[in-house]
């Protein structure tokens, strides 16, 4: 139920909705248990049922059809774009994230994701699954994940950049951080 | 757009940087960048692109700038569900089960 709550709350990006999403995947998994032939992992199942309940539950919610995305929209116009305007250098990922303002800006930036690409990213870099897994998840193949994942870091990164947060952190990380070796390579 | 002129978009943004691009060669390098990054390429691509960043500043921050932006979402905590949530919920999917089994 964890798995499914974390999953949930990173696609919805709300406690409430997340845990709607969590009854209804369980639901549909009794539901449905009876057709589990076993050939993946129950983790991966579980994932699809939500993936599916999450798509339903939007079209419920709104009719419009998801935008796709383009390479094209994500090549930098100016100078300023190349770069992600905001105080990551020498930290890791911890403690950047000692910095509210950029917690906020990943996570509304990843809200903003149209929702295929979103799963996808979420999947992929934040659940830790493999392509293949994320295929199966979506019924795509390899290179469509690929692809759509390619497209959601570009996104992600675009808005991270356009937001600027000039805001640092604070002293007591910057302190760590000399020590510290930075963001994986 | 075609990628022609998404590259002279390109080159004209970055004429004060007293780098010339390539025609198409940064935006052929942007479109491997994740797999790049996830080290899936083929080791003579590998090589090929660090080529390219080691001579066009620009594309070697754009790929930090990615590096980081995976990074953070790889990393980025989520809340976990307290213990009188998840009691909730489990007795929720189990009462709405049993009603369906009737």
Redesign the interface.
């Known amino acids: 139920?964890?798995l499914i709550?974390?999953y949930a709350?990173?696609l919805c990006g709300e406690?409430e909705a997340a845990?709607d999403l969590?009854?209804e995947t369980?639901?549909n998994a009794?539901?449905g248990f009876k057709d589990f032939r076993g050939d993946a992992q129950i983790s991966t199942w579980l994932y699809t049922i939500a993936s599916r309940a999450c798509l339903r539950m939007r079209r419920k919610k709104k009719g419009e059809p998801e935008r796709e995305l383009s390479?094209?929209e994500?090549?930098?116009?100016?100078?300023g774009?190349?770069?992600?305007q905001i105080p990551?250098d020498g930290l890791?990922?911890?403690e950047?994230?000692q910095n509210k303002e950029?917690?906020q800006a990943?996570?509304q930036a990843?809200e903003k994701l149209p929702r295929k690409y979103r799963m996808v990213?979420v999947l992929r870099?934040?659940e830790?699954l493999s392509a293949k897994e994320v295929g199966t998840v979506m019924g795509l193949n390899e290179r469509a994940v690929?692809s759509r994942?390619?497209r959601a870091?570009?996104f992600?990164?675009r808005e991270?950049?356009a937001r600027g947060i000039t805001e640092g952190p604070s002293e007591d990380v910057r302190a760590t951080t000399q020590t510290s070796g930075g963001?994986?390579? | 757009m075609t990628k022609k002129a998404i590259s002279r978009k390109k080159a004209g943004a970055q004429g004060g940087s007293g780098h010339k691009h390539e025609t198409g060669r940064c935006l052929h390098i942007l479109q491997r960048l994740s797999a790049y990054i996830d080290d899936e390429l083929a080791s003579n691509v590998c090589e090929e692109i660090r080529r390219h960043l080691g001579a066009c500043p620009n594309c070697e921050v754009f790929v930090e700038s990615l590096r980081h932006t995976v990074a953070l979402c790889r990393h980025r905590p989520t809340p976990a569900l307290s213990p009188t949530d998840r009691q909730a919920l489990r007795e929720n999917i189990l009462r709405a089960a049993r009603a369906q089994a009737r």
Do not use: W
């Open positions: 139920m964890d709550y974390r709350n990173r406690a845990k969590v009854q369980f639901l009794y539901r390479l094209d994500f090549v930098p116009t100016s100078e774009e190349f770069r992600l990551v890791t990922p911890e950047a994230f950029l917690r990943l996570d990843i990213l870099d934040m830790g690929k994942l390619h870091r570009l992600v990164r991270l950049s963001y994986d390579r």
